[in-house]
């Protein structure tokens, strides 16, 4: 294939993956913009194999490798739930990274394979580029393992500090500096070998000090680490879409990194500098056990609901842990037919990752217009009958406005506090994933409702 064929090839792959960007970006879109990165994706893959040419014998283990890794990640696809969502996305995360470091060891042993030079003669501008891609591809690795053992609960989600925990890391980054330039001078492999290895530790000290509060950002910081490394190697291999392609990854995560820190009140520097100024995920708050709390049933919350004018309905984790979306909307549906208005509040970070609540209300055909971003709907709480929080916690705490010793002091939250009743449905009075007690749980106007978010959904059905 003629080098300008390539390039057009891969002007189109990169068009359609930022077409697919600008669809995830809506609820409505979101289908067609999987359909574009499929397209992209696939016009890429294509392309390579096309401009490689003659692979020879390598070619039968390209393919093999190829089928088993599609095979792998088709399975999982199928199989994971929507639960686990953000922990298969903090796997993948590493996987992107430990890529990117494998080409860079690949490009820096045999350098002529890639038209980089010989070894210990490579082109300066290459060896600059496979540094950078193994060094932020190595972090993005081991701290994307963290958050993986963090959110699938292997490893604790509290903050794991120590004293002088921020200057050993600002001293390791400015030895990669150092290591990088004076790998630039030698070409000594055992220079890049330190930068590699150095890296997958600054991977793990900047994500184990991030608490649980924080994670759905790190997440999203991860995903643009995987990116900027992408677009390194892509510089190594003279690969425009590879380039094209990490810099809309490294770019997007970044600006909805900002995005989730904004929402939450939380410093960005702090949080990609691995949890700056994190304080202790406890609350100074009385003990669930000295507070009263009032019980219901599910015909107490049919009879309020059924009573009132407008009901918001507040979906969170616990929500998706127990799919309980379905149940939700035929609830609803029972309510409209009563003449009750009903719509949908939903937290920047509800769940466990941007746009979670989203996708599970989509799958029960919940129609768009009824859903509303915090800052579309939070005035609406203090004109609303009742509030239906089922399973959100840290995001309705209104702590985060009261106790500035809270790790999510500051953080703007929904105001069901402000609605005449809330129902809340929760199997305990265990703390959300802040790792804190919730305020709400105590307030004269909340009716707890002890119960499996869908289980209790599906008798409220049946009440009403």
Same mark, same amino acid.
């Given at each position: !294939?003629?080098?300008?064929?390539?390039?057009?090839?891969?002007?189109?792959?990169?068009?359609?993956?930022?077409?697919?960007?600008?669809?995830?970006?809506?609820?409505?879109?979101?289908?067609?913009?999987?359909?574009?990165?499929?397209?992209?994706?696939?016009?890429?893959?294509?392309?390579?194999?096309?401009?490689?040419?003659?692979?020879?014998?390598?070619?039968?283990?390209?393919?093999?490798?190829?089928?088993? $890794?599609?095979?792998?990640?088709?399975?999982?696809?199928?199989?994971?739930?929507?639960?686990?969502?953000?922990?298969?996305?903090?796997?993948?995360?590493?996987?992107?990274?430990?890529?990117?470091?494998?080409?860079?060891?690949?490009?820096?042993?045999?350098?002529?394979?890639?038209?980089?030079?010989?070894?210990?003669?490579?082109?300066?501008?290459?060896?600059?580029? !496979?540094?950078?891609?193994?060094?932020?591809?190595?972090?993005?690795?081991?701290?994307?393992?963290?958050?993986?053992?963090?959110?699938?609960?292997?490893?604790?989600?509290?903050?794991?500090?120590?004293?002088?925990?921020?200057?050993?890391?600002?001293?390791?980054?400015?030895?990669?500096?150092?290591?990088?330039?004076?790998?630039?001078?030698?070409?000594?492999?055992?220079?890049?070998?330190?930068?590699?290895?150095?890296?997958?530790?600054?991977? =793990?000290?900047?994500?184990?000090?991030?608490? $649980?509060?924080?994670?759905?950002?790190?997440?999203?910081?991860?995903?643009?680490?995987?990116?900027?490394?992408?677009?390194?190697?892509?510089?190594?291999?003279?690969?425009?879409?590879?380039?094209?392609?990490?810099?809309? =990854?490294?770019?997007?995560?970044?600006?909805?990194?900002?995005?989730?820190?904004?929402?939450?009140?939380?410093?960005?520097?702090?949080?990609?500098? $691995?949890?700056?100024? &994190?304080?202790?995920?406890?609350?100074?708050?009385?003990?669930?056990?000295?507070?009263?709390?009032?019980?219901?049933?599910?015909?107490?919350?049919?009879?309020? !609901?059924?009573?009132?004018?407008?009901?918001?309905?507040?979906?969170?984790?616990?929500?998706?842990?127990?799919?309980?979306?379905?149940?939700?909307?035929? !609830?609803?549906?029972?309510?409209?037919?009563?003449?009750?208005?009903?719509?949908?509040?939903?937290?920047?970070?509800?769940?466990?990752?941007?746009?979670?609540?989203?996708?599970?209300?989509?799958?029960?055909?919940?129609?768009?217009?009824?859903?509303?971003?915090?800052?579309?709907?939070?005035?609406?709480? &203090?004109?609303?009958?009742?509030?239906?929080?089922?399973?959100?916690?840290? =995001? *309705?705490?209104?702590?985060?406005?009261?106790?500035?010793?809270?790790?999510?002091?500051?953080?703007?939250?929904?105001?069901?506090?402000?609605?005449?009743?809330?129902?809340?449905?929760?199997?305990?009075?265990?703390?959300?994933?802040?790792?804190?007690?919730?305020?709400?749980?105590?307030?004269?106007?909340?009716?707890?409702?002890?119960?499996?978010?869908?289980?209790? *959904?599906?008798?409220?059905?049946?009440?009403?």
């Amino acid at each position: !294939m003629s080098a300008n064929l390539l390039a057009l090839f891969y002007l189109v792959s990169g068009i359609l993956f930022i077409l697919a960007l600008r669809g995830l970006s809506s609820p409505e879109t979101s289908r067609q913009g999987n359909y574009f990165g499929i397209t992209g994706m696939t016009i890429a893959i294509l392309v390579t194999f096309l401009s490689v040419g003659n692979f020879g014998t390598g070619f039968i283990y390209v393919l093999i490798f190829l089928l088993i $890794g599609g095979s792998v990640g088709a399975f999982i696809a199928f199989k994971i739930p929507m639960t686990a969502m953000p922990e298969l996305v903090a796997g993948f995360h590493s996987l992107v990274g430990l890529a990117a470091v494998f080409v860079a060891i690949s490009a820096f042993l045999q350098p002529e394979v890639f038209n980089l030079g010989s070894p210990g003669d490579i082109k300066l501008a290459s060896l600059i580029e !496979m540094s950078l891609g193994a060094a932020i591809g190595a972090i993005t690795f081991s701290g994307s393992i963290i958050a993986f053992l963090k959110l699938r609960g292997i490893m604790s989600g509290a903050p794991i500090t120590f004293k002088g925990q921020h200057l050993v890391n600002l001293f390791l980054g400015i030895i990669i500096i150092f290591l990088i330039y004076y790998l630039c001078r030698s070409q000594l492999s055992n220079i890049f070998w330190s930068i590699v290895i150095i890296s997958f530790l600054i991977g =793990v000290l900047l994500i184990i000090p991030i608490g $649980g509060a924080d994670m759905p950002v790190v997440i999203s910081m991860l995903n643009s680490y995987s990116g900027w490394a992408a677009a390194g190697i892509g510089f190594t291999l003279e690969n425009s879409a590879l380039i094209i392609t990490g810099a809309l =990854v490294g770019s997007s995560g970044a600006i909805l990194s900002y995005i989730m820190c904004k929402g939450m009140n939380r410093s960005f520097f702090n949080v990609i500098l $691995g949890g700056w100024g &994190a304080t202790d995920q406890t609350s100074n708050s009385q003990t669930k056990e000295q507070k009263p709390v009032k019980n219901g049933n599910a015909d107490d919350a049919a009879f309020l !609901m059924k009573n009132a004018s407008s009901v918001i309905i507040v979906p969170g984790y616990g929500m998706a842990v127990a799919q309980a979306q379905h149940a939700l909307r035929e !609830m609803v549906d029972a309510l409209k037919k009563n003449g009750v208005k009903v719509s949908y509040a939903i937290h920047p970070v509800a769940g466990r990752m941007p746009g979670h609540m989203n996708v599970l209300l989509a799958e029960a055909n919940v129609p768009y217009d009824e859903v509303f971003e915090l800052e579309e709907i939070n005035n609406d709480f &203090a004109n609303c009958d009742v509030a239906y929080v089922i399973g959100a916690n840290d =995001v *309705t705490n209104p702590v985060a406005k009261s106790d500035p010793q809270s790790p999510i002091y500051g953080m703007p939250i929904l105001d069901v506090e402000k609605s005449k009743s809330v129902l809340f449905v929760k199997r305990s009075l265990s703390p959300g994933y802040a790792g804190i007690d919730n305020d709400l749980f105590y307030r004269d106007n909340t009716l707890m409702l002890f119960a499996d978010a869908k289980k209790m *959904t599906e008798e409220i059905v049946k009440s009403l």
